[in-house]
């Protein structure tokens, strides 16, 4: 018992589709987000000393809500926010991942 105390868990992140849209979960919390309902996504890099890691800021319903590339489930999800958002920056990912080392914040959608 006191080992599993010292052992830290790695909390469940992922992105589930649906019918309308896609929920993100990062342990017990749950974000539901329509696809129709998104403003904005920003694309930005952080530097966690030994990589980086891409996110997503999504703005939807007067709220933000953050994916990135290492939850379960985001090649199925990028695969359908370009179905359901066509005007996409497609070029996003060039923009974000270099140079290195730099966040190169990049809005990639903007419902006008």
Request: proline share 3%; hydrophobic share 35%.
């Amino acid at each position: 018992m006191f080992l599993k105390k010292l052992i830290k868990r790695k909390p469940i992140e992922k992105i589930s589709l649906t019918e309308i849209g896609f929920c993100l979960q990062i342990d017990k919390k749950t974000d539901k987000v329509e696809w129709e309902k998104i403003s904005k996504i920003t694309a930005y890099k952080i530097d966690l000393f030994t990589i980086d890691q891409i996110r997503f800021d999504i703005q939807h319903a007067n709220q933000t809500v953050t994916a990135t590339e290492y939850f379960q489930g985001w090649e199925d999800f990028l695969e359908k926010l370009y179905e359901n958002l066509p005007e996409i920056d497609r070029e996003w990912f060039q923009k974000v991942a270099h140079p290195t080392f730099e966040t190169n914040e990049t809005e990639i959608y903007s419902r006008k």
